[in-house]
C-alpha cells in the first residue's frame, strides 16, 4: 500500500533523528540519510555494504539550494537544474567546505539532484536539508524499483520505506559533471545525452573508459547492477547457440527476448521485453528481481539495438551481464 501523509512525518522524524529512510524517487528507490550527519551517512555505507570511497548524491527540494551545497556553480549548471529538475538528472559540481567526505568519497565535487516523485518532493521540502541517498540495494545488486524490492533486499535490516508506488523511469538518474569547462555525460539515464546537448547547445564528452576512470562513480564499475542468476547478453545470433548447449547441459533458462522470441521455446521460459526503451527502462529491474526469484540457472538476454535511444537500457544491461557475447 503506498505511504501517506502520516508516514511522511515518521520518515521526516526519523530522519532528523539520524536514521535511515527508504525513499521512492521518480528513477529508483533511495536509502536515504540527512546529509549532515555523519553517524546518519555512515548507516547507509554499513547496510548497503558499499566501499566507504564511493561517493553518494545529495537530493535536494529545488535549484534554491544549489548554493548550500555547491560553490562556483557554472552558467551550465543553472540551465540544466532550470529545464530538468525537478527530475532525473545529477549535476556533479565543486562541493561546499562543509559537505562531509563521507559523501563526496573525499573528493572536492559534490553530486546534487532534485527528484520529481511527489511524496519525496514534500519530504525534501519539509525536511529543509540535503538527503545522502544511493540506490537502495545492496552494493552491486540490482536497483530497486518497488518499495517491496528493498524489503526483499534488506529483510531484517530494512528500514522505514516510503511506499511511493513503482518508480516511473526504473534506470537510475542521468549524471553530468560540469567540473571542466566541457560537460562529461558520467552515466546515461532518463534525461537523454541529446536533450541535454540540445539545450546546451554543445557536445557531451562521455565518460565510457571505467578501466582509467580517475573519477569513483561506482555505476562506472564494470559489474553493477546484477542480478544472481548468471546472466549472458548479446544479439540473436550470438545467443541461439549458447542457448542450445544450455540446454544440453540440463540449464534452467529463462530467456529476455528483444519483440517476439525468433528461436524455439522448448524448454525455455520466455519473457518478451518492451521495444519502447521508456517502457523497457521501467520494467528491466523488476523483470531481473522476478527470475531471481523463480529458480532459473541461466539468463539469455537479448540486447536491444545500440541506437542513441537505448543508451542508458544498453548501459545498465552491459554492466549487468556475467557474460557478454
Ligand atoms: O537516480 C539516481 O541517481 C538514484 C536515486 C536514488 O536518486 N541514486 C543512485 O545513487 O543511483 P547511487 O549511489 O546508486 O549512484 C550514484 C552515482 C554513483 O555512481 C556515484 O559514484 C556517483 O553517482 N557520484 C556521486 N557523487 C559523485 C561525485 N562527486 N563525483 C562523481 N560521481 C559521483
Ligand atoms: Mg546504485
Known amino acids: 500500500m503506498q505511504s501517506d501523509m502520516s508516514e511522511l512525518e ?8 539520524g536514521e535511515l529512510v527508504a525513499i521512492p524517487t521518480e528513477t529508483v528507490y533511495g536509502l536515504a540519510a540527512d546529509a549532515a550527519n555523519l553517524d546518519a551517512v555512515a548507516r547507509i555505507f554499513a547496510l548497503k555494504g558499499r566501499p566507504a570511497d564511493h561517493p553518494v548524491i545529495v537530493h535536494i527540494a529545488s535549484s534554491q539550494q544549489l548554493n548550500d551545497w555547491a560553490l562556483g556553480i557554472p552558467a551550465d549548471a543553472w540551465k540544466l537544474a532550470d529545464a530538468f529538475w525537478p527530475g532525473p538528472l545529477t549535476l556533479i559540481l565543486r562541493r561546499q567546505p562543509h559537505v562531509l567526505d563521507a559523501i563526496t568519497g573525499g573528493q572536492d565535487t559534490v553530486g546534487l539532484r532534485a527528484p520529481s516523485h511527489p511524496l519525496t518532493h514534500e519530504l525534501l521540502k519539509r ?13 552491486g545488486h540490482v536497483s530497486p524499483t518497488r518499495a517491496q524490492h528493498v524489503r526483499d533486499e534488506f529483510g531484517a535490516d530494512c528500514p522505514l520505506v516510503l511506499d511511493g508506488g513503482p518508480c516511473e523511469v526504473g534506470v537510475e538518474s542521468t549524471i553530468v559533471s560540469l567540473i ?31 578501466g582509467t576512470a580517475k573519477i569513483r562513480t561506482s555505476g562506472l564499475l564494470d559489474s553493477h547492477y546484477s542480478p544472481r542468476t548468471h546472466l549472458v547478453t548479446g544479439e540473436y545470433a550470438h545467443l541461439q547457440p549458447a542457448i542450445t548447449q544450455a540446454r544440453a547441459n540440463g540449464e534452467k533458462l529463462a530467456i529476455l527476448s528483444f519483440g517476439p522470441w525468433a528461436g524455439d521455446a522448448a524448454t525455455s521460459a ?13 520494467l528491466i ?20 539495438p545500440a541506437t542513441p535511444g537505448w543508451l542508458a537500457v544498453n548501459d545498465r544491461l552491459r554492466r549487468a551481464a556475467h557474460t557478454r557475447i
Request: zero cysteines; aromatic letters at 8%.
Open 270 to 282: 520466455i519473457h518478451e521485453m518492451p521495444d519502447n526503451p521508456s517502457e523497457y527502462a521501467r
Open 127 to 139: 525536511f529543509g536539508g540535503g538527503l545522502a541517498a544511493p540506490s537502495a540495494n545492496r552494493f
Open 285 to 304: 529491474y523488476d523483470k531481473l528481481r522476478q527470475i531471481d526469484r523463480q529458480g532459473y540457472t541461466i539468463i539469455f538476454l537479448q540486447l536491444p
Open 10 to 17: 515518521l520518515a521526516l522524524a526519523r530522519l532528523k533523528a
Open 180 to 210: 571542466h569547462e566541457q560537460p562529461t555525460l558520467l552515466r546515461p539515464g532518463g534525461i537523454t545525452r541529446e536533450a541535454i546537448e540540445a539545450l546546451l547547445g554543445k557536445s557531451l564528452t562521455h565518460h565510457t573508459d571505467s
